[in-house]
């Protein structure tokens, strides 16, 4: 018999009314649950003795609260709400037309569904196997199209209106079930209110907000919430509801990096929230290379290996800015990231796996919406991979640098300015090749230009190839 369940309730795009909140860990409590933690798709989960087991589900439908064990059959509406006036503003989207949008899904549905705002990179935008994304046309939406065990995205060829979202999500799924090949002929034969897309989905730089701590927004104040281990205790949330209640905040958000966020909180509130924080010792300024990260639900591994390679970063005082990193162990799971670290099994004979290695991939453009990933590393012990993903950090920060100041206009009032001359620099060890000087480690003569350096060449230090070297300016 196993000894533990998975159970799971769902709070669609993240929302979670606090008075129901509240409801859920006082029952929860009572059937001797201590702690709770928030999944990727900003779901509730709890891990609940199977002793436990029989009373809470009892508890949980007496109070018409549907819950899932051990499943994942109606997986949770995901949504850029969280972000939305504390991270960034939509043209058009304000969080009135996320309520009108949510109350269309008066069913679950076995899809994923995924609600997005098309300038923010908080949330993921194509995780879902059906993605809204706002245009910039008002209460229309972008529709990608990602089917179950596929990751192949189909642009719908319509924009939806707001309105339609709730029926579009039904009708797909109706016609999926009915295991149709010509379920997207079909589709646009339906009729929706609607207006042709011309164009995709402009995807933004990425560009993840720190997320902690109390910080202003206009005349009001935002509370950011995270957990090291990914668990929040039932006592301390507990308190965080009834304060809510008591201060007339009507909503907390969960994130899909396992964090919460509370928001319009008053500057007279803002003592009561400090004291419950020192009360029950939450930190709230953690470094951000440590809230750039996505696991696995339920992934012991993936949080293990996420520390590891944080405490490197640490030691070296990696900088990460413009990356976010996932770590995958299983080989269907859906994680969000720049940088994704793979794990497979060294030895694999049937359903026996002995050892692991871990594969490094990168996103186009370190764009993780991206959703194409070139391999960059294989094969890696654990004891490599830190260092590996932080040669990879090194790589990104380099390449911004030179877009920055190739982006940068020149300024003709800078008459008395310093001669400069031409170099490339290694973006892992950051060693330069100067022509004036050659490489004398190389024999390669003083004054030898950089394209005619031997397609051999490699970085005298790290011996990186000759490709990888990037074009810098320096003062002569």
Known sequence: ???????????????????????????????????????????????????????????????????????????????????????????????????????????????????????????????????????????????????????????????????????????????????????????????????????????????????????????????????REEWFSISFLVEVCELCLKTRIGEICSTPWKSLIIKNIQEKDRMHWSYLLGKHNISVRHASHELAWQTEDHSAEGASLKQYVIQHFNREDTRTFGLCFGIQTQPKSEVFGSVLIRQRPWIQWGFISLGKRYDL??????????????????????????????????TFSAQRILRTTEALPLVEEELFASPTTEVYECPHCLTRYDERYGDETQSIAAHTTFQKLPESYRCPTCEAPKSDLIRMLQEA
């Not at 098309?118 to 972008?142: D, K, L, M, R």
């Not at 010509?182 to 995807?203: D, G, K, N, R, Y």
């Not at 194409?372 to 993903?389: D, N, S």
């Open 1 to 227: 018999m196993r000894d533990y369940y998975i159970l799971k309730i769902n709070a669609p795009a993240g929302i979670y009314s606090p008075g129901n909140l509240l409801r859920i860990l006082k029952l929860a409590y009572a059937s001797g649950i201590r702690k709770v933690r928030f999944g990727a798709r900003q779901q509730l989960l709890m891990t609940v003795h199977y002793e436990e087991l029989p009373s809470l589900q009892k508890s949980l439908t007496q109070e018409a609260i549907s819950y899932e064990v051990n499943t994942d059959l109606y997986p949770n509406l995901i949504s850029s709400y969280c972000g939305e006036d504390v991270f960034r503003s939509g043209d058009w989207l304000r969080e009135s037309e996320y309520h009108f949008i949510l109350d269309q899904f008066e069913k679950p549905s076995q899809l994923k569904v995924n609600l997005s705002d098309s300038g923010q990179s908080f949330t993921p935008f194509f995780t879902g196997h059906v993605n809204f994304i706002a245009s910039h046309e008002p209460h229309f939406w972008h529709v990608y199209i990602r089917l179950p065990k596929s990751n192949q995205l189909i642009r719908f060829p319509q924009l939806l209106y707001s309105s339609e979202l709730g029926r579009f999500v039904y009708t797909l799924e109706a016609l999926l079930n009915q295991s149709t090949t010509h379920w997207l002929e079909s589709l646009q034969q339906t009729h929706f209110i609607a207006q042709p897309s011309l164009q995709e989905v402009e995807l933004p730089d990425f560009s993840l907000p720190y997320y902690e701590g109390f910080n202003r927004y206009g005349t009001r104040t935002w509370l950011g919430l995270y957990r």
């Open 361 to 394: 991939y990168v996103a186009e453009q370190y764009n993780p919406n991206s959703r194409i990933f070139r391999k960059v590393e294989k094969g890696l012990l654990k004891m490599h991979v830190p260092l590996q993903v932080e040669r990879i950090c090194r």
